[in-house]
């Protein structure tokens, strides 16, 4: 697994907090919750391309 990834899904995680946040303290509690969501699907997006990667090795790996 790559560093950045990482780096990535922290930065994201940040950003959404934030968000989530502010938008909590202004009354928008709806879209602070779709904000929220919207930020596990990216993360989640990139996890599974990770996973399909990380199978694809092992396919190759066991020759199969």
Request: no cysteine; proline share 0%; charged share 20%.
């Amino acid at each position: 697994m790559d560093v950045d990834l990482i780096f990535k899904i922290a930065a994201i995680g940040i950003l959404v907090a934030v968000l989530n946040q502010l938008l909590v303290r202004s009354g928008r509690e709806e879209q602070a919750m779709m904000t929220t969501l919207a930020g596990l699907v990216v993360v989640l997006m990139m996890m599974v391309r990770e996973i399909s990667d990380l199978f694809d090795l092992i396919k190759t790996l066991f020759d199969l």
